[in-house]
């Protein structure tokens, strides 16, 4: 099956600091991946489309200067949280679409990075 | 905007009971998908649904859609512990291509 690698699984950072979060997909080739958060217990927010070679679209009221999200190639897509704060604490979960699928809605999530600033 | 609700939020059920989770959402989709989230983990796929009257089982659960109805059900048939985690649904809009996920229902099995 298709597999989706995240990296850092955790990270813990000091407050101003900037921290990247990698998505790749390992065995497929996603023009499209997406970037969630989840505080704890909650659901799932959908932050950010990135698509492959063109700028990210960024859902309503997520920073684009504080997350900047970058997808250089067909397997791997990046977040970074600048000037990271407490508030910015939170679980990151990457998905990515297969450009081949037949379902455009069938996605395979990476494992999470929890990101913690003090 | 779409909205996906689940219910129940939270769910406590004793091993070998049955009982259902519903999946609500707001605008017209032939594609739904539930998914398993252990404490810490991140989503494992369990269903994707994509017609009206689809219906997939796996194991102890089963899922189904009516897209008329707007309504996916998660049906849960003689629970073991192994089935406790947080489960979600999830729903692409016709007009769209992203997930767009319900709150999640908290799952715990006991004895």
């Known amino acids: 099956g298709a597999v989706v690698s995240q990296h850092p699984s955790r990270v813990i950072c000091k407050s101003g600091t900037s921290v990247k979060i990698e998505c790749r997909s390992l065995?497929?080739?996603?023009?499209?991946m997406f970037w969630y958060r989840q505080f704890p217990k909650k659901s799932l927010m959908l932050m950010a489309t990135?698509?492959?070679?063109?700028?990210?679209?960024?859902e309503q009221g997520v920073e684009k200067d504080k997350f900047l999200i970058n997808h250089a190639s067909l397997t791997l897509s990046t977040l970074t949280v600048t000037s990271a704060h407490p508030e910015d604490s939170s679980f990151y979960i990457c998905?990515?679409?297969?450009?081949?699928?037949?379902?455009?809605?069938?996605?395979?999530f990476g494992e999470g990075s929890r990101l913690t600033v003090l | 905007e779409l909205k996906v609700e689940q219910n129940p939020l939270f769910l406590s059920m004793q091993e070998g009971k049955n009982y259902t989770i519903y999946c609500n959402y707001s605008?017209?989709?032939?594609?739904l998908y539930w998914y398993r989230q252990d404490p810490g983990k991140s989503l494992e796929s369990l269903f994707v649904?994509?017609?009206?009257?689809a219906v997939k089982q796996e194991g102890r659960l089963m899922a189904s859609l009516d897209t008329k109805a707007r309504l996916s059900t998660l049906h849960i048939t003689a629970a073991v512990h192994d089935l406790s985690a947080t489960y979600f649904c999830a729903v692409v809009p016709r007009s769209g291509y992203a997930l767009n996920f319900g709150k999640g229902t908290s799952l715990l099995v006991t004895p």
């Open positions: 990135s698509n492959e070679g063109s700028k990210a679209t960024y």
């Open positions: 065995d497929f080739q996603a023009t499209t």
């Open positions: 605008t017209t989709s032939d594609r």
């Open positions: 998905s990515a679409r297969d450009r081949w699928a037949w379902d455009p809605g069938e996605l395979f």
């Open positions: 649904l994509l017609s009206n009257g």
